[in-house]
C-alpha cells in the first residue's frame, strides 16, 4: 500500500461483506481514517476484526434521515467526511416481464435511492478535494438479460455521477463510479462455482477469471485519490473487459 489515501476522513458504505468490507479495509491501508457503515452489525464487527483500525456505525440506509445520521456520526467520531464510497446495494436477476411494481420499488430503493441520499448529504458538506465513488453495474453497461430492474437502478446510477460531477466540478468535488463484472462474494460464490455464469460471463471475456472483492476495491482507492485528480463524471468498468469486448477462444 502507499499511503496515497493518508489524510483523508472516508465513509464506506455497505461495509460489513464483500466489496464494501474490502474497500474499507483497503482505505485504511491506505491511510484513511473510514466510518464503515451497514445495517448488520455482527458483518461490521468481523470487518474489524480483520486487523484495521476502523470506526463502524450501524443502521438501515433505507431510513429516512439515515444517511444525514451517517454523515453525523463520521463528524462526531473521525471529523467531517472528505471521501464517500457508497456501496451499499442489491443485486438480483429478474426480467421486466416478472418484475413487480414493488420489486422495481426494492431495486431502485437499494441502489439508487441510498446513494442518491448518501450523495445529495455529501454534496452539503464535501469542499475542494472531496471525492465521491458511487457503484454502478457491467450489467448496466453492456445490457444481460433478466436484469432489468437492477440493470437499471444501477444505469442510473451512472448518470448521477455524471450529473453530480457537472453540478460540483467547480467546487473542486469530483464524482466517479465503479461497475463491477463478475465478483466473488457471499451473494455470488454458490452459483459462481455451480458454473452458472461460466458461458455467459467468465469464459466469454479477454480475462477469463472471476473478480476479487480486491480488484473493485483498489478501483475505489485509485479514484477516491489524488492519482484520479483530473478524473470526474466516469463509471469505470472491472470486468476483465466483458463490458468492452466479445472474446472467442
Given at each position: 500500500?502507499?499511503?496515497?489515501?493518508?489524510?483523508?476522513?472516508?465513509?464506506?458504505?455497505?461495509?460489513?461483506?464483500?466489496?464494501?468490507?474490502?474497500?474499507?479495509?483497503v482505505?485504511?491501508?491506505?491511510?484513511?481514517?473510514?466510518?464503515?457503515?451497514d445495517r448488520?452489525?455482527?458483518?461490521?464487527?468481523?470487518?474489524?476484526?480483520?486487523?484495521?483500525?476502523?470506526?463502524?456505525?450501524?443502521?438501515?440506509?433505507?431510513?429516512?434521515?439515515?444517511?444525514?445520521?451517517?454523515?453525523?456520526?463520521?463528524?462526531?467520531?473521525?471529523?467531517?467526511?472528505?471521501?464517500?464510497?457508497?456501496?451499499?446495494?442489491?443485486?438480483?436477476?429478474?426480467?421486466?416481464?416478472?418484475?413487480?411494481?414493488?420489486?422495481?420499488?426494492?431495486?431502485?430503493?437499494?441502489?439508487?435511492?441510498?446513494?442518491?441520499?448518501?450523495?445529495?448529504?455529501a454534496?452539503?458538506?464535501?469542499?475542494?478535494?472531496?471525492?465521491?465513488?458511487?457503484?454502478?453495474?457491467?450489467?448496466?453497461?453492456?445490457?444481460?438479460?433478466?436484469?432489468?430492474?437492477?440493470?437499471?437502478?444501477?444505469?442510473?446510477?451512472?448518470?448521477?455521477?455524471?450529473?453530480?460531477?457537472?453540478?460540483?466540478?467547480?467546487?473542486?468535488?469530483r464524482?466517479?463510479?465503479?461497475?463491477?463484472?463478475?465478483?466473488?462474494?457471499?451473494?455470488?460464490?454458490?452459483?459462481i462455482?455451480?458454473?452458472?455464469?461460466d458461458?455467459?460471463?467468465?469464459?466469454?471475456?479477454?480475462?477469463?477469471?472471476?473478480?476479487?472483492p480486491?480488484?473493485?476495491?483498489?478501483?475505489?482507492?485509485?479514484?477516491?485519490?489524488?492519482?484520479?485528480?483530473?478524473?470526474t463524471?466516469?463509471?469505470?468498468?472491472?470486468?476483465?473487459?466483458?463490458t468492452?469486448?466479445?472474446?472467442?477462444?
Amino acid at each position: 500500500m502507499t499511503g496515497r489515501l493518508a489524510g483523508r476522513t472516508a465513509i464506506v458504505t455497505g461495509a460489513a461483506s464483500g466489496i464494501g468490507r474490502e474497500t474499507a479495509l483497503v482505505f485504511a491501508r491506505e491511510g484513511a481514517a473510514v466510518l464503515a457503515v451497514d445495517r448488520d452489525a455482527d458483518g461490521l464487527a468481523e470487518t474489524v476484526a480483520q486487523g484495521e483500525e476502523l470506526a463502524v456505525f450501524a443502521i438501515d440506509l433505507t431510513e429516512r434521515g439515515a444517511a444525514a445520521a451517517v454523515f453525523a456520526a463520521c463528524a462526531a467520531e473521525l471529523g467531517p467526511p472528505d471521501t464517500v464510497a457508497n456501496i451499499a446495494g442489491a443485486a438480483g436477476d429478474r426480467g421486466i416481464e416478472h418484475s413487480t411494481d414493488e420489486d422495481l420499488d426494492r431495486y431502485v430503493e437499494l441502489n439508487l435511492g441510498i446513494t442518491f441520499r448518501m450523495c445529495r448529504e455529501a454534496v452539503a458538506v464535501l469542499g475542494e478535494g472531496g471525492s465521491i465513488v458511487n457503484t454502478s453495474s457491467a450489467v448496466a453497461l453492456t445490457g444481460m438479460r433478466g436484469t432489468a430492474p437492477y440493470s437499471a437502478a444501477k444505469a442510473a446510477i451512472s448518470g448521477l455521477a455524471r450529473q453530480l460531477a457537472a453540478d460540483h466540478g467547480r467546487r473542486g468535488i469530483r464524482v466517479n463510479a465503479v461497475a463491477p463484472g463478475l465478483i466473488r462474494t457471499p451473494a455470488t460464490a454458490e452459483r459462481i462455482d455451480a458454473g452458472v455464469f461460466d458461458e455467459t460471463v467468465t469464459r466469454s471475456r479477454p480475462l477469463a477469471r472471476v473478480g476479487t472483492p480486491r480488484d473493485v476495491a483498489n478501483a475505489f482507492a485509485f479514484l477516491a485519490s489524488d492519482d484520479a485528480a483530473f478524473i470526474t463524471g466516469v463509471t469505470l468498468p472491472v470486468c476483465g473487459g466483458w463490458t468492452t469486448t466479445r472474446f472467442r477462444g
